[in-house]
């Protein structure tokens, strides 16, 4: 079996394979090392794919940024710590979730920029390649189907091009800036609803998610679609709502059934009103509470993706603490000043303006957020339980859910 040191060996391999790829920069030994890691069935090969994933999805936002393709050939990207081993893996697949390495762009290379050709087809099979994993749990039995546009706002592109007022789809990348929002249909009525930020990729056999937010209805057969980590397949008539998270499928069905597919052995069944996240099932719940100074959090231990928000008002001279299920003290704020496990963070902004507070749990991962602060505080001591305002401060705003957030 594996070990430790293995994975660590596979992370920084498949990175540099990766980023290489994703770059247009890997020779045809690196393609085949590349593909030969995607291809398996054990651990490394998810591994592998999530990376590969992650590293094409860093260029899909770079071409949805940018948009000019003349733009995107003269400027050669470098993964700074990618070429340094582990500082890499630790920056990218650090605990707080598969944030993005920064980019640095450098002068163009000094030689003919390459055809638009050839960079569609690198982006297609680059696509193709991150979703040997999805592609390979889709049922044979799967139809062909086309999609095309019922109707879109904001700023969308396919392959790098604005959609403009096209009509029909082919296989490509299709990225949706954030305040944007796509509607696609498929054969047999059914829909996509997708929501920026997010990028697809679209093939003859369906939709594959890398990033962002969509809303399916699987009219009258069964619909699939990929994600980082698994697909999920709809039963004919079902409607499913659908988000990435640290690089993880996060799933609510709104009507109907669906399975949960990963490789061969892991199948897991979804029914409404139910929830999935990261092969888990739970129930997909939400709720608010009334402004109070103690507020615990209606979470339940199988429920393995959650999101709690409240807004703090500190009063004159209150305080709050987020507490543990045995009363310990996980983390303070008093006065501008944020103490965890010792460590303190000065908070922007005056030292008694209200704060809102969003704590999430994303599988074994526990977080907090403060609007305005640009850091996010990873809980790892310890299980949040409940919020205690002291003093003269209230809470107030209160609402949860776990699942996605349901429209």
Known sequence: ??????????????????????????????????????????????????????????????????????????????????????????????????????????????????????????????????????????????????????????????????????????????????????????DQDSHWWITGPAQASVSGRGLGLVSGRVRIHAGAAERSLGGPDGQLRLRPHSQALVEIHHGQVLAGMLAGEARWILGEDTRVSIASDQALFAGQVFPWQAGDALTAQRWILPVSQDMAFWQAHTLWLPGESGSLHLHDAEGEILLSISNGVLVSRGQQWALPGPPRQERRFTLSRAGNRYQLAITGWQQTLNISHGTPHHWQALNDSSLQNNQWWSGPRQP
Request: charged share 20%; aromatic share 4%; hydrophobic share 40%.
């Open 1 to 186: 079996m594996p070990d430790d040191h293995d994975h660590s060996d596979i992370e920084r391999e498949s990175w540099d394979l990766a980023s290489a790829f994703a770059q247009g920069e890997l020779d045809e030994a690196g393609q085949q090392r590349l593909y030969q890691l995607l291809r398996g069935r054990d651990q490394h090969a998810r591994i592998t794919a999530r990376n590969t994933w992650q590293a094409l999805a860093m260029r899909t936002d770079l071409r949805s940024a940018l948009g000019s393709e003349t733009f995107i050939q003269a400027t050669n990207l470098r993964i700074d710590e990618g070429r340094q081993g582990d500082g890499f893996v630790q920056s990218v697949l650090h605990r707080l979730g598969f944030s993005r390495p920064r980019l640095r762009p450098v002068a163009p290379a000094a030689q003919a920029a390459p055809s638009r050709r050839w960079l569609g087809l690198l982006m297609v099979a680059g696509v193709l390649a991150a979703m040997v994993l999805v592609l390979a749990v889709v049922s044979p039995l799967t139809r062909s189907q086309s999609l095309s546009v019922v109707s879109s706002s904001g700023i969308i592109r396919h392959d790098g091009e604005l959609l403009g007022h096209r009509r029909s789809l082919s296989p490509g990348v299709l990225t949706v800036a954030a305040g944007s929002e796509i509607h696609l249909a498929g």
